[in-house]
T-cell receptor
Framework: DGGITQSPKYLFRKEGQNVTLSCEQN?????MYWYRQDPGQGLRLIYY???????QKGDIAEGYSVSREKKESFPLTVTSAQKNPTAFYLC?????????????FGQGTRLTVV | RKEVEQDPGPFNVPEGATVAFNCTYS??????FFWYRQDCRKEPKLLMS???SGNEDGRFTAQLNRASQYISLLIRDSKLSDSATYLC??????????????FGTGTRLKVLA
């Protein structure tokens, strides 16, 4: 079955460490997105990518980095520069070449700094 | 101004009430519109697309007002199970020919017994 997979589901990080969140999709979607969600809050865009080897900053990119070496994969690195990284991280993908296609989300990664 | 804006809420309504959410968008070239539902600690899932003529799915009605650049979601006869966050999503065609999807930050709904 086609879908979008995030791993791990739960992640614990020590202060000062970099961690990488995985997002993989087999839907043949061109566009992929990373969002951050804090408790009781909405989604805030971190980075997005419309094609391989290209990505753009969203509203809260500071302290994060991404790569898009393959169409299927869009990993997010939370660096030590991100001062408050504890949050729920969601990855999404869309077929950016089609007008009315829906966006699909992964199940999310819950990151906690310990 | 954000590209897609929603009132974060929360909207607290009694069971059986009718509640409406609006979502405004800034790009007049936006072409597709959606409402997503997100339950606590879960990923968002598509609730319904929004068509130009408006559309209904059971107790849910979605409307699009292009002139004023907003979409709305109306929920009739609210159920406890409707408690969730409702996300507005807008897509617009970019110069490259691809469609960029912009998600609102969501509106929280709490239906009270």
């Amino acid at each position: 079955d086609g879908g979008i997979t995030q791993s791990p589901k739960y992640l614990f990080r020590k202060e000062g460490q970099n961690v990488t969140l995985s997002c993989e999709q087999n839907l043949n979607h061109d566009a992929m997105y990373w969002y951050r969600q804090d408790p009781g809050q909405g989604l805030r865009l971190i980075y997005y990518s419309q094609i391989v080897n290209d990505f753009q900053k969203g509203d809260i990119a500071e302290g994060y980095s991404v790569s898009r070496e393959k169409k299927e994969s869009f990993p997010l690195t939370v660096t030590s520069a991100q001062k408050n990284p504890t949050a729920f991280y969601l990855c999404a993908s869309t077929n950016s070449g089609l007008r009315n296609t829906e966006a699909f989300f992964g199940q999310g990664t819950r990151l906690t700094v310990v | 101004r954000k590209e897609v804006e929603q009132d974060p809420g929360p909207f607290n309504v009694p069971e059986g009430a009718t509640v409406a959410f609006n979502c405004t968008y800034s790009n007049s070239a936006s072409q597709s519109f959606f409402w997503y539902r997100q339950d606590c600690r879960k990923e968002p899932k598509l609730l319904m697309s929004v068509y130009s003529s408006g559309n209904e799915d059971g107790r849910f009605t979605a409307q699009l007002n292009r002139a004023s650049q907003y979409i709305s979601l109306l929920i009739r006869d609210s159920k406890l199970s409707d408690s969730a966050t409702y996300l507005c999503v807008v897509s617009a065609r970019e110069g490259s020919g691809t469609y960029k999807y912009i998600f609102g930050t969501g509106t929280r709904l709490k239906v009270l017994a």
